[in-house]
C-alpha cells in the first residue's frame, strides 16, 4: 500500500475546510433566521412560512384510544395509541409502509390508499370500530383549521400529481372511507415537528403539572424542520427547511446539487439540502466524485455504482463516523459493498470529508436553534426546552455534542446551559394521538 501523496492530503484537507463554518458567518445566520421568523409571521417576504397549526399545548391528561397515521418521508406508518393520562404512552399496534421511487411521482389516491388500508388492517386486528385519527403530514401544508391542510410544494424527493392546492386531510378522509372506515374520523392534521414538541409537552406536564411546556419541536431526519410556540401567535410551523439564508457557508457541491435537483425545486429547501439526511450522503458522493479527477486517490469515485445519485447515505455517514477502527473497517466494508476496493489512507481521507459534512450540519442547525429561541426570547433569559426527534440525530455520533457546542458558541456558556435539548424517539405517532386528543377536547369545550 502505497502512502497517499501530500498533495493529495492537502486537496482532501482544502476540500474539508470548505465546509468550515465559523462563529461569526453562523451569527449571522441565526440572525438572519431570526429577523425572518418575524417578516414570515406578519406575512412580509420571508424563506420561513411560520404556518399555523391550530393546536395548543395538552395539559399532560389527554386519555383515549387515538389511530394515528405517520406519512413524512421513506416510510408512513399506522398505528393506534392509547393515551392513559399522567403522561403515558403505549403504542398498542403499528404497521409500517415503504414505498417506491413510482409511488412518488403518482397521483395521490393510490398512495393514500396504500395509508388508508393499513389503518384498516390496525384497526380491524385490534377490534376497534370508531376512533379519532391523528394525521402526521410531515411536507409543508398550510393549514385553514386543526382538520383542513392545504398542501403545498413537497419536499424531500416527492412529487405526487397534482398534489399542491389540495386539502390533504379531505383526500385522506375520501380514502378512509374507500377503505371502509367510515367511523374513523379525522381529527387532526399536524406536521411531524408538532408532534415531536406536543409529545414532550404531554410528557412533562403529565408528569408534573408545573413543568414548562416544550417551546421546539426540532426534526433532523430525511428533512428538516422547526415549530415553535410563539406565545400570543401559537405553536407555529416554521418550514425552516426552506431556511436560505445560508450562501455564507455555500460550497460549490451545494450549488451544484440544489441547480440539478428537480424536487424540490432549484433555491427550495436550500438549509435542508445542507443538513439532513436526505441529501448529506449525496453531498460527499459529489465531493468524493470531484476529488477523484484531482488526486492520485478516489479514482473509483468515478465507478458506476458511486457515479449513481444516492448511492451514499446520511447512513453510511453515521457508520463512517462510528469507525473507530485502525484500518477502518467498517467505512472499507461500506465501499466494497458498492464494489470498490480502497486504501487506507483513501478511507481516511473518506472520513474526514464525511465528517467535515456532518459537523457544518450540526453547526447550522445549533445556530438556527439559537435564532428561534432568541425570537422567544431576545436574552435567552429563561429556561427553554427543545424536543428533538429523527435519524440524524438519533443515529450519527455526537450530532448532539456539535449542536450544543455551537449553541454555546453563539448564545455564551451560561444561556446555552437553560437550553435543553430532549431526545423524543419516535415521537412522530404519538405526538400525532396528543394533538387528535387535544383537538377531541376542543372539540367538546
Ligand atoms: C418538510 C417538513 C418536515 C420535515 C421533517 C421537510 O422536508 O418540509 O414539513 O417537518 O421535512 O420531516
Redo the contacts with the bound molecule.
Sequence with gaps: MTAMAASDEAAIARTAALFEAPAPTLEAIARDLTRQMARGLVGEPSSLKMLRTFTRQPSGHERGRVVVVDW??TKARAGLIELGGAGSVQILAEEALTFSEADKRAAPEPVLDLIAGAVGRVVRAEGVDAAPLGFVY???ARLERIDRAVALAS??GWRLKGLEGQDVAALFGAALRRAGLERVGLAAVA???VAALMLQSYRARGRDPGARPADVGL?L?????QAADLGPAGIR?L?S?NFDGVAAVETRYDAALDRELDEPRPGA?RF?KMI?GHYLGEVLRRVLADLGPRTTGFRWSASAALSTPYALDSEDLSRIAADRTAALDEVERLLGALGVASTREERTGVRVLAAAIARRAARLVGAALVGTLRFLDAELAERRTIAVDGSLWGGYPGFEALVRETMGELAGGERASRIETVYVKDSTSAGAAVIAAVAAARGSE
Excluded at 431526519?221 to 424542520?225: A, D, K, M, R, W
Aim: hydrophobic share 5%; proline share 5%.
Design positions: 413524512g418521508g410531515s411536507y409543508p419536499t424531500k406536521n411531524d415537528t426534526i431526519g430525511t428533512g428538516t424542520n410551523n418550514e427547511g429547501q435542508e439532513s
